[in-house]
């Protein structure tokens, strides 16, 4: 155990009392309020989303970016502060466009030029626990603003899209008609009878819940639990047992009188296999699901939204269970990960959700300098490749879902694999809820049938602490078709996947929120710290000049001018303030992503470009934080091979120019960006600086 | 010894396929037939001029009001709105009284997936005005309406379509959904487009007078040719690009123009990000199309129009070949060669490539190497190539569904007639000379002088107008798109038909007779193909055995080949309890053998086939044992 966090446990658990301290002061001036004590499901959380938009119009607005197959929207939540900031086509006049117009571009949102973060839950119905942590740190946002400082800095300078259900057919159905489904809704004929979704699951003793159906059977898979009699284990494959056996089955009756039970239910395909990012298999089959890459309308929405929203930086997506994070990639081995971004997933991101979920740190995340001597010392213990090439195996926390040491994927077409891959976005995937470290006393579990033992303890935990409510006990009862029996067992929603309302479920959301909170105070925010402007010339009827300015001598002609005329030089300093790089390491030279640039504006007829193009791409600007146990590959310190003319007047200017920055190329997080123009009147120009993922930020300029 | 004696007298019974309801004569007899090339098909039934390029509202209400008229044979659907809100409209014909047209095999035809290729529009359009007016006159469209359904989409991405046939366009633009895309990397999205800088209602390219331009105009003063010596005197030009203003003020003119990515590069077999951007079947054109596409899995074989080149593009099964080196490569090109020319001895037309595919796809490479060898016939002066992978609409047609495809690059220079001095290539001279006799000189922009707000005086010209480059002047519409038409039709003309050939039942020894079945079909394509046997998609073959009560089949062991009947040799299925599945190919006889046990001296067996898109068949074969 690494000396950090052994220090960071107590640190973390006051932390978490401060916060909940700091919840009940302002509750009392909660607008929404909002409680843990029951999940929301889809119809309470679709309320809560509503009446957040409505009580904070300032910092929410609430967006519908598709529906689902049984027409219910998919909802994302924007929040931030609706006030600030700006996008650079409101910066930018177009002048004698085309006579056609066509109105196929829409004006930029002012969010769109913030560094944004997607946080989402139920991608699969019935992992609705990401629901619940998506509302807390909707909660824990709103009551921030104005109240603490660093969320109302966060809010004001960042934008959060959460997205608390991706599939809101599969959450109505889990939670409010407790039959759980982790796929999306299709209407599809599954028994190919002609008909649609006529034979799920059904309440067939009419108390209102879908439980189960026991019933003797000589060939059944099941004993009951000699220790705790309302459980019923299952025997392994082939296993002998003197216990009288059980089938258990859904609760559930032949709809279609087809001599099968529930074989045309509503649940549709797996979303999270359903993206573009390795789909197919390597000779060309499917490998995902639906009939193609983004086929059902949930991935469609969330993909339309990835391609609109290009300032998005981080992502999580919620799951359960399990208690760890999959941090890319499960569809490709390790490799094509850019090694920048191993650093930050790995040595940042999961150094601080190990702490943050109390496990512990690999020796090689606490050393990162050290990295050399872990790799060599791996190879006599590990046959893994990718550990060796990292330096450290991954902990059961914070891990990949492909095989590395078999080398096989794990699956096809996986959003936060896509996420990563095609958007540049730090995408993770977090299974929540891990009962034995969520559940405060739950007892320790020996390694001997550890899975029975535990859902002993589970059943005992809902008796001691929620009065044994959960489950229902056995009731005799005359299945229709297949005779005596009875009905009972846990209810679907509380059966396995999600944490228990109330306390474990609000301290499965505190530790999630700060993680979640952690990752967005490392995105980029690029900044126009400084612009120097200097007047080198002025004339009032200018025939012709010269100029001598860093490189070579510009020649003005100046022949119909008359007012007055100046050349002036300005100089812009562009840093960027934020933690992480304005992109990923591979994040650039994706199709939808561009390095970040500046432009120097005004309106048409007053500037002249002498040097410098009017935009000028600068690049990616590294963040401010060192990535541990990352070394940049030297940059190569030639000038750009396609430098822009340095006479770049306007008689000559209208042929292919490099738009990268001239001179010797520029690395780091800052950026001097220099242009010589000349200026009639007094014109007010504007340095606009246009990060994708790292904001975009105006500065105007008077010369006098 | 008894003598047994078998009456092979074969009744051919029509069955439920709709195959042969026209040869049963059940269907209303063709009243207005045709046989005389020379005599009248239909053209003025209704009337549409194949001598211009029409608009979205024009062409889309002919289609509207041709299927008013032939409401029998032809239905009209929107399969969906596209992002600047126009309906995609399909038309499907098929003979509604010879069947349901998901119950048939299907051809699909879709033009104009890049917006400036609208050709494909009228090509299709006139597929469907060919099919529906000719019906009634022509036995061959007769036929083919009856057994197939037709999908055809005229204009795939019609908001590019729209504009390209009513707005000053280039030959290249526009091409792709109006999804905004940043091509230059400077944060806004498609806003410095082309524009008719003169207003003459062309797009030609500008020049500039520089001293140090590279080009002059030429003695006749129509074009701008290239200045080989440097010190040559005279007014200089440079070239500044497509005609068009600096919209953003950055400098450059008509950098980020629009539209987004390639809609065929926008489907999802072998899509990649970079052309593909930004997810498959992003653009509500494709996604319509491949979402109607897989609710029809009736859909046989895909035809996809663009422009331009003259080229059979046709999806192949994957090539197979690994670790060749380039001397074996160079080797196996030289041998197709080879052959190639001993082929062409015979058939001038005659195709082959070096592909080699796995077994199980074999027959799918023989099949498009048969189909594009006719089509290379038919079309002329096409040539047939293999078609690429990459998220294009075809090999996803194939890959994905099962359906042979093939692009067809419609029209290309006129090398035919303006290459006059035979060196294979259309010089400009040839060119401007074949406008001047073929097009009287309409087509070519004469070089003249501009006022530009961002250049000031420029020159505008020396180039062809639209549809002469890309999309062929309108006088070839008709020309390009009849033979295209019967190119598709003759692919049509080869969907699988699987007969029953021929029954015999042949005394074996006491009282079991052998029968033989000879299944056939005649056509090119197979009952499925092996790309859709991969898939799972393909529902097998059928050949089915009835009979009268006194008759028990018996199963067919080894030793019974003993008793070896026919001519035919031992390459034989044999029949195995009243269902036996099987596939049929292209251009294939499969002969099937069983046994049977005749329980007194009379009875009957009845054989039939049963294949999804080959159609069904049987034949009734009376047995009695004489003395």
């Known amino acids: 155990m690494g000396f950090n966090q052994i220090n960071s446990i107590p640190v973390l658990r006051m932390m978490f009392l401060i916060f909940l301290l700091a919840s009940l002061q302002h509750s009392l001036a909660q607008k929404v309020p909002i409680s843990f004590d029951a999940y929301h499901g889809y119809t309470a959380t679709t309320k809560y989303l509503n009446d957040v938009a409505k009580a904070y119009p300032d910092i929410t607005e609430l967006l519908e970016i598709g529906r689902s197959t049984m027409d219910r929207p998919i909802h994302v939540l924007i929040l931030t502060n609706k006030k600030t900031g700006t996008t650079l086509d409101a910066h930018v006049t177009l002048s004698n466009m085309r006579k056609e117009n066509v109105q196929n571009v829409p004006k930029m949102k002012k969010h769109q030029g913030k560094p944004g973060q997607w946080i989402s839950g139920s991608t699969h119905g019935n992992e609705y626990t990401g629901t619940e942590v998506c509302l807390y740190i909707i909660d824990k946002l709103i009551r921030g603003y104005n109240n603490n400082g660093e969320i109302t800095t966060l809010l004001d300078k960042k934008v959060f899209y959460i997205c608390p259900m991706v599939n809101p057919d599969g959450v109505y159905n889990s939670v409010e008609l407790g039959i759980p489904q982790r796929y999306n809704s299709m209407k599809k004929d599954d028994d190919d009878d002609g008909r649609i979704n006529e034979d799920g699951p059904d309440d067939i003793n009419g108390d209102g819940i879908i439980t189960q159906f026991r019933y003797k059977d000589t060939k059944g898979r099941y004993i009951i639990d000699d220790v705790d009699s309302r459980l019923m284990v299952r025997l392994g494959r082939n296993e002998e047992t003197t216990s009288e056996r059980w089938s258990v089955i859904n609760e559930d009756i032949d709809n279609d009188s087809d001599g099968e039970r529930g074989e045309d239910p509503e649940a549709g395909i797996d979303l999270n296999r359903n993206f573009p990012e390795v789909w197919f298999t390597d000779d060309g089959m499917q490998g995902g699901s639906g009939s193609y890459p983004t086929s059902a309308p949930e991935t469609r929405a969330l993909a339309e939204f990835f391609t609109n929203h290009t300032n998005i930086l981080m992502a999580q997506n919620f799951h359960t269970s399990g208690g760890f994070t999959y941090r890319p990639l499960g569809t490709s081995p390790h490799e094509k990960l850019h090694p920048k971004d191993v650093a930050v997933y790995d040595m940042i991101m999961g150094k601080k959700y190990l702490e943050l979920i109390n496990e512990e740190v690999p020796q090689a995340w606490i050393y990162p300098d050290s990295l050399d001597v872990y790799k060599e010392a791996l190879k006599k213990v590990t046959k893994n490749k990718y550990a060796i090439q990292r330096g450290y195996e991954l902990p059961r926390g914070w891990r990949v879902s492909y095989n590395e040491s078999d080398d096989r994927r794990y699956s096809f077409g996986m959003a936060s694999d896509w996420m990563y891959m095609q958007y540049g976005v730090y995408a993770t995937t977090t299974e929540l809820w891990n009962p034995e470290k969520d559940l405060p006393d739950f007892p320790k579990l020996e390694d001997k049938d550890r899975r029975l033992q535990r859902s002993r303890a589970l059943l005992k935990y809902q008796d001691d602490h929620y009065d044994g409510k959960y489950f229902i006990n056995w009731k005799a009862f005359k299945h229709p078709e297949l005779g005596e029996g009875e009905i009972g067992g846990w209810l679907p929603q509380y059966r396995r996947n999600n944490a228990f309302p109330g306390e474990p479920l609000l301290s499965v959301c505190e530790k999630h929120w700060q993680f979640e909170l952690f990752r967005a105070t490392l995105l980029p925010e690029v900044e126009i710290s400084d612009v120097d402007v200097k007047v080198l010339y002025t004339t009032n009827k200018a025939q012709s000049a010269t100029i001598q300015s860093e490189g070579d001598p510009v020649k003005v002609k100046k022949g119909k001018s008359i007012g007055k005329y100046r050349i002036v030089e300005i100089t812009a300093k562009i840093n960027n303030a934020g933690a992480l790089a304005t992109h990923i390491g591979r994040g650039s030279s994706l199709a939808g992503n561009r390095p970040d640039v500046v432009w120097l504006l005004g309106e048409s007829n007053n500037i002249e470009f002498l040097q410098g193009t009017p935009y000028q791409k600068i690049g990616v600007l590294e963040g401010n934080k060192k990535i541990p146990g990352y070394k940049a590959r030297p940059e190569k310190q030639a000038t750009v091979a396609s430098a822009p003319s340095p006479n770049y007047s306007r008689y000559r200017r209208f042929r292919r120019v490099s738009y990268d920055q001239p001179g010797k190329k520029q690395t780091g997080s800052t950026r001097t960006v220099k242009w010589l123009v000349a200026v009639e009147g007094t014109p007010d120009l504007k340095v606009v600086v246009a990060s994708q993922k790292g904001g975009t930020k105006v500065k105007k300029i008077s010369i006098k | ?627």
């Open chain 2, 1 to 627: 010894m008894k003598t047994l004696k078998t009456i092979s007298s074969i009744t051919g019974i029509f069955l439920l396929g709709f195959l042969f309801l026209l040869n049963s004569g059940k269907l209303s007899a063709q009243d207005k037939l045709q046989t005389s090339p020379g005599g009248y098909h239909g053209e003025n039934d209704f009337i549409i001029s194949w001598k211009r390029y029409y608009t979205y509202p024009e062409w889309t209400n002919m289609m509207k009001d041709i299927q008013k008229k032939y409401p029998h044979l032809a239905k009209i659907e929107s399969i969906g709105k596209t992002r600047m809100g126009r309906e995609q409209y399909l038309m499907t014909i098929t003979a509604q009284s010879t069947g349901k047209h998901i119950d048939k095999p299907a051809m699909w035809v879709d033009g104009a997936i890049h917006g400036n290729e609208v050709n494909g529009v009228t090509s299709s359009l006139y597929l469907i005005w060919y099919l529906l007016t000719r019906y009634d006159y022509d036995s061959y469209v007769h036929e083919l309406v009856n057994n197939t359904t037709f999908y055809i989409l005229p204009g795939l991405n019609v908001d590019a379509i729209a504009s390209y046939v009513e707005f000053p366009n280039t030959a290249n633009n526009p091409r792709e959904p109006y999804r905004p895309e940043d091509n230059d990397g400077d944060g806004l999205y498609d806003e410095d487009q082309t524009e008719d800088v003169d207003g003459d209602g062309e797009l030609s390219t500008m020049y500039i007078e520089d001293p140090k331009g590279q080009y002059k105009l030429s003695p006749d003063k129509r074009r701008f040719v290239r200045i080989s010596d440097p010190l040559e005197d005279g007014v200089r030009y440079r070239m500044i690009g497509s005609e068009g203003f600096d919209n953003d003020g950055d400098g450059l003119i008509n950098e980020d123009d629009i539209g987004g990515p390639d809609p065929n590069r926008n489907f999802p077999y072998g899509w990649n990000l970079q052309a593909g951007n930004p997810y498959p079947m992003s653009e509500l054109c494709t996604r319509n199309v491949f979402e109607f596409q897989l609710a029809h899995p009736n859909i046989f074989v895909g035809f996809h129009y663009h422009n331009t080149g003259r080229l059979i593009m046709y999806q192949t099964p994957p090539d197979i070949r690994k670790n060749l080196t380039p001397e074996q490569t160079k080797e196996q090109e030289k041998q197709v060669e080879e052959r190639l020319i001993e082929m062409r001895k015979t058939n001038k037309y005659a195709q082959l490539v070096s592909r080699r595919v796995a077994p199980e796809y074999q027959h799918d490479m023989n099949v498009q190497m048969d189909i594009v060898t006719t089509g290379a016939r038919i079309l002329k002066n096409y040539k047939p190539v293999l078609s690429g992978l990459s998220g294009q609409a075809p090999a996803s047609t194939y890959y994905m569904l099962g359906a042979y495809s093939y692009l067809i690059e419609l029209w290309g220079m006129p090398s035919f007639d303006a290459d006059e001095d035979g060196d294979g290539r259309v010089s400009d001279e040839e060119y401007l000379k074949w406008i001047d006799l073929e097009l009287t000189g309409e087509g070519w922009i004469t070089p003249h002088a501009v006022k530009h707000p961002d250049l000031g005086e420029i020159w505008i010209g020396g180039t062809p107008k639209k549809h002469m480059r890309r999309t062929p002047p309108a006088r070839y519409i008709e020309m390009e798109a009849e033979k295209n038409s019967k190119f598709v039709l003759y692919c049509a003309s080869q969907f699988p038909k699987a007969e029953i050939a021929e029954v015999t039942v042949l005394p074996a020894t006491s009282d079991l007779h052998w029968i033989e079945v000879i299944v056939k079909n005649d056509r090119v394509y197979p009952t499925f193909s092996d790309r859709s046997l991969k898939l799972g998609l393909a529902v097998k073959d059928q050949l089915i055995l009835e009979s009268s009560g006194n008759v028990t089949q018996l199963e067919l062991i080894k030793e019974y080949n003993l008793f070896e009947p026919t001519k035919l040799g031992t390459r034989f299925k044999p029949i195995s309890g009243k269902t036996t599945e099987f596939r049929l190919k292209g251009k294939e006889t499969v002969v099937f053998r069983g046994l049977i046990r005749l329980d007194g001296s009379k009875g009957w067996i009845k054989v039939s086939v049963s294949s999804k898109n080959g159609g069904t068949d049987s034949k009734k074969v009376n047995i009695s044992v004489g003395s």
